[in-house]
């Protein structure tokens, strides 16, 4: 039995201190829709295979991408958007924000920025202080998230990734999974099957707006 993973979920409690964030996304006059975000990419042993994924199921998802591996790698971002995919800012350097000061934080940010052009932003680990997110809110759309995979955990089966997208998956959940290769384990074996679950319940996929 799977019992209640505040991490797998984020309770209203943790929500409350991101005034602005967007966890959950409903859209009243639409169907059942769920939202795919792929977290630290692109790189390329993870991503174009995300890729393929998503191109065989026809449905698209957002990557918020960490400037560094844009910078190494900008022929994956290009690639992400001409398979009509939106992409997010995850900072340049995947910082935690509780533990720099915001004018470092924010300045990480906008270096990312310059290389991803993206006014959608996720947190790396959804840490920031008050101050932080204040100021990113002026500039940038917060996204949260409704529903963490863990896919990242080597504590976890890849059969529990899946489980937590069975459990905690609802109409609008902004779902996070991630394009790396330390996910890359969990991630491969529970993707298509939490596509093809998530199907079979009756959701439909969308991006994210940038």
């Known amino acids: 039995m799977l019992y209640y993973d505040p991490i797998a979920r984020p309770p209203r409690l943790y929500r409350i201190f991101f005034p602005g964030g967007v966890w959950r996304l409903k859209r009243p006059a639409a169907g059942k829709t769920v939202f795919l975000t792929f977290d630290d990419g692109p790189v390329p042993e993870e991503t174009p295979w995300v890729l393929d994924t998503l191109d065989r199921y026809g449905i698209k998802a957002t990557f918020f991408m960490v400037g560094d591996n844009v910078r190494r790698y900008p022929g994956l971002l290009e690639e992400v958007r001409r398979r009509g995919h939106s992409v997010g800012n995850h900072t340049m350097h995947h910082l935690q924000g509780i533990h720099h000061t915001a004018p470092y934080y924010l300045a990480d940010v906008a270096e990312a920025h310059e290389l991803i052009g993206s006014r959608l932003f996720r947190p790396p680990h959804g840490l920031l202080k008050p101050a932080q ?13 409704d529903l963490v995979t863990r896919d990242y955990s080597s504590s976890l089966t890849p059969e529990q990734v899946l489980e937590r997208v069975c459990r905690y998956a609802r109409n609008g959940s902004i779902i996070v999974f991630h394009d790396s290769i330390k996910a890359s384990p969990r991630m491969r074996w ?21």
């Open 133 to 145: 997110s204040s100021r990113l809110r002026k500039h940038y759309r917060l996204i949260m998230y």
């Open 190 to 210: 529970a993707l298509p099957r939490a596509i093809e679950w998530l199907m079979q319940q009756g959701y439909e996929f969308d991006r994210l707006p940038e």
